[in-house]
């Protein structure tokens, strides 16, 4: 996020996006509606009905995959309007003309007839927005989870820049991170091609300082993505995989082909509290202590680096994560011994510029929100309040194109996953607790009224989905949250799991799958 | 001395010969309820509530004086034992107070404890009750007998110093109560205060009175400190309430130590931001005391002062 | 700024706070039940009375904005007077069961009359006989220990947004219910459990939980680990079990968490949690020692770079694990293994 949480409760107006906020971030979610109540506006903009739809002021019931159109629709209207912020664009921005030329095309009009809502509404939303004081953009995996994801991105932020909403309080580019830790998992060099602070690999000077500080040679090329890493491992030229508490064989698309992924492995070390669908695969499981066993920091969706604390000790004889690392370094022949994670976070300060003034002893009481270059900084609340950080902000115009599976006379329906309230990922913990499975303890799909009625299904039956990779059965949940041609599963189940029949294509720079897209059919088990 | 080895509740535990049952159970953490059992006292066996089950015995045996003995299999929460168990808790509460609302104890009183684990609660019932009957005589000890439940710590932990022995039993079937000097109020009777029977006493009958309305063992923090008055050193605890030291209790006495109310009143003095006027027994009357008094101090901060001056 | 009196102090404060902040701020201790900084002031329980001079009634403190050369007395005869008196009332309509009460030690009902000494409600007659609703998951409703405060109410409206709860009926007969009081399972009910979090008594309390009682417990402050907002919290500790979580009034959430980071914490002491490392031989997982297990993990490791180098090596980091452990583990693969090939499901 370039702003904070709590800044939901002061702005304006609000376009949520690609985000069921009440279910998958609820503590922000009831933010919402205490600024909506407050006076602000708020925008919609989902395949389903969600709960905050009931809230807006504009809700625009769009078909999955069809974002960049309504967003390029909504800066059309604005520029129409001539509500752009011209001295903001003057002064921050670069790159605006472009941008001028692709939305003119995107006509009230026609992008209502491509995102299948009334084109008053996209004016409706674009006039709320563009009339905003402080307007902020929340968006989730319906934005990014797209073979055009990258570009769907650029089109929130064009949008954002062209009110100049960036760079000011309760505002801004917020997407809302669905892990605990995934921001400071890539904060952290988590990715194959960015060491800590999202230095690149590429680069000579980076990879001098960090062999100055690791006291040994690096590697400069970069690596492979998860969906490489398996297509690699498919094709036998990846030999060994060591997953540290992920799920792939229910979290990732295309289950399938994971599955003959790590099968075609040499070895396979899993590290997990649980054993899990993946560490069933595993030739060495090694058990992991919970977060509540051990000390160390998350970072959460507004970079707020905070602790964790040690309340018990590990269960069994399981051993916290950073000492099985440590452990195995060690045993590698790599020296280096910390005793404490806070030694760790020491280094980590070391070599990482954002989290340069971060020490355990500075985040006690309360946390520092990321950039925090110096032990005199106290932290950034919101980004870019000064200048952008690449220095002017650039417009990037991007085309709407359609979603890498489209449906065909095979494949009628459009599948959207997501999560619910009730469970998280891959319930490897919230299937173990009992009042959430009374609530909702297995698979299912959500199908429009008049659709199950058209094939005669009944609420609760029984069905079976296919895709081109694979097929499922899972039971009706007849509802009018989705559109007649689109269906939603929540992923989080892996007896009769969604993800047999997403689809792994990527959107070529961010290399996300299309999880929210996958063309499907659905069949009676009777006939 | 020769180890022995039993079985408790499927466990088996090797343990020197001279330990009991409850002792032995303890070794395994498993938490045998008791009243009247303290490591310190002599054993009275009195509550009955550490019955357990014994292979091979067809009575119950209270384990607090049970011998372990080799190969001997102990159940400590059988289904006939938890039963009795209910049954005493249900018979004490029947004629106990129901006000852990308020009660002092509240959240150290062991027959809250029990009566929480075994799910046994108050109930109305038509029979008698004893009259609250509270000697409020004394400004540091509050006996209230209507909460006694009659397990007798008080009484032989008072014995164990000779030159005090204040406490003991009287009267008999319901009437028996605890008594000070006969049936005096411990004003009147020969009781110094040291708070020895307010330490080991299980449930609300015996309180520290300087306590009442401060703080309960949840609403802050409680240190430990040693007193500094004689070579005995006991323990007192200081009790903290919205991080303000609000008062100041005797920890039970172990290993012959006496404790003594000077030893207290001391460190009230030390720690205590606004420690109470003290208070000292004058012809079997307790009258408020200046601190020099009680603590026996006369005349001799002037003397220091003088003879520190005159350096 | 302005100035006024209280209890015969002078004191600096600033304009537009209420005398109950002002107090709070000095350090001087009002009681309260239902009051709570992020609601409306509500002036429900009438415990925060205060003696204003000038003015014959006593004034709740929580609503009561200071002004200049006001005289104010929190804790005079008279108020003292009218808070036993609202504390007996309060107790002669509530069950006498703090013997056992899951919220003994942790219930400001027991705190004030302790305080106050109010040992037993001395207004005989009539007390509710509600059933209890045991009909959500997580938590129950117990009206007959309800002191009607609307904390909970006001949290579920004003705070969390979900409107499940209202309070119903009127005088002696009030209580909170779900609209046509048809039960907590059958509202609108979400299950966040932040109207359990404020509940001052006993009537909203946590269901199907490890016995404990509050003064056994320690509170350990750590960050949730549910979804990104990074909620903070404390984890109830007895023993070696974590028994409970309770939201922590700071930032991000203040005092709010969803039905996950309250209710979901089980499976840290769950039977399945894996307790010793295994190794698969013939196809069977087999316990196995820590030194065994990275011993077969080094073998490997040496065994397959020294045939085909770093580059057939990839390791998925974890968006659950802390950021030291992220580190460490990119760390491994990069400066031990030699290879880039380390991602993490930040796609999913």
Known sequence: MTNSIEEVLDTDAMFVIGSNTTENHPVIGSYMKRAKKAGAKLIVADPRRIELAEYADVFLQIKPGTNIALLNGIMNVIIENGLEDKRYIEENTEGFEELVKTVKKYTPERVAKICGVDPDDIVKAALIYGKAEKAGIYYAMGITQHTTGTNSVMAVSNLSLLCGNIGKESAGVNPLRGQNNVQGACDMGGLPGDLPGYQKVVEPKVIQKFEDVWETKLPTKPGLTIPEIFDGAEEGNIKFIYIMGENPMVSDPDINHVKKALENLDFLVVQDIFLTETAELADVILPAASFAEKDGTFTNTERKVQKVRKAIEPVGNSKADWKIIIDLMNKLGYEKKYINPSEIMEEISKVTPQYGGINYERIENEGIQWPCPTEGHSGTKYLHSSSISRGKGLFVAAEYEESGEVVDLEYPYILTTGRILYHYHTRTMTGRVEGLNRIASKSYVEINKETANKLGIYDGEKIRLSSRRGRIVTSVKVTNIVEKNILFMPFHFAEGAANYLTSNKLDLIAKIPELKVAAVRIDKLSS | MKNITLTIDGQKVTVPENFT??????????????????????????????????????????????????????????????????????????????????????????????????????????????????????????????????????????????????????????????????????????????????????????????????????????????????????????????????????????????????????????????????????????????????????????????????? | MIEININGLKYNVEENMTVLEACKNIGIEIPTLCYDERLEPYSACRLCVVEVEGKKDLMTSCSLKVKEGMNIETHSKKVIKARKDILDLLFSNHPQDCLSCEKSGDCKLQDYCYEYGIEKGSFAGERKKYPIDYSNHFYSYDPNKCILCGKCVRVCSELQGTNAIGLEDRGFDTKVVAPFDKGLSKSKCVSCGNCVSVCPVGALVPKNRERYRHWEIKKIRTTCSYCGVGCQMDLLVKGDKIVGVEPAMESPNNGLLCVKGKFAYSFINHRDRLKTPLVKRNGKFEEATWDEAYKIIRNKIYEIKDKYGPEVFAGLTSARCTNEENYLFQKLFRAVIKTNNVDHCARL
């Open chain 2, 21 to 311: 049952v409850i002792k032995a159970a303890e070794r395994l953490g498993i938490d045998i309820p008791a009243l009247c059992y303290d490591p310190n006292l002599e054993i009275a066996s009195a509550c009955r509530l550490c019955l357990v089950e014994v292979e091979g015995s067809k009575k119950f045996q209270t384990s607090c004086s049970l011998q372990a003995k080799e190969g001997m299999v102990v159940y400590t929460e059988s289904e006939r034992v938890v039963n009795i168990r209910k049954e005493i808790l249900q018979l004490i509460l029947d004629n106990h107070p129901n006000d852990c609302l308020t009660c002092q104890k509240a959240g150290e009183c062991l027959l809250q404890k029990y009566a929480y684990r075994y799910d046994v609660k108050f109930r109305d019932h038509g029979g008698e009750k004893r009259l609250g009957l509270r000697d409020t005589s004394s400004p540091y000890i509050l006996k209230d007998d209507s909460k006694c439940i009659l397990c007798g710590k008080c009484v032989r932990t008072c014995n164990q110093i000779h030159d005090r022995a204040v406490l003991s039993f009287a009267q008999r079937g319901f009437k028996t109560k605890i008594v000070a000097d006969g049936d005096f109020s411990l004003e009147k009777s020969s009781c110094v205060s040291c708070n020895r029977c307010v330490t080991v006493c299980p449930v609300g009958a015996l309180v520290d009175k300087r306590l009442i309305g401060k703080s309960r063992i949840w609403d802050g923090e409680v240190k430990t400190v040693k007193c500094k008055v004689c070579d005995y050193g006991c323990n007192f605890e200081v009790l903290y309430k919205n991080g303000k030291s609000v008062a100041v209790r005797a920890k039970s006495p172990s290993n012959g130590r006496p404790l003594c109310l000077k030893g207290r009143l001391t460190t009230e003095l030390i720690y205590l931001d606004n420690p109470e006027t003290p208070y000292k027994k004058e012809d079997g009357e307790f009258v408020e005391a200046t601190w020099k008094e009680v603590l026996g101090l006369g005349d001799i901060f002037e003397k220091i002062i003088k003879i520190d001056d005159g350096k």
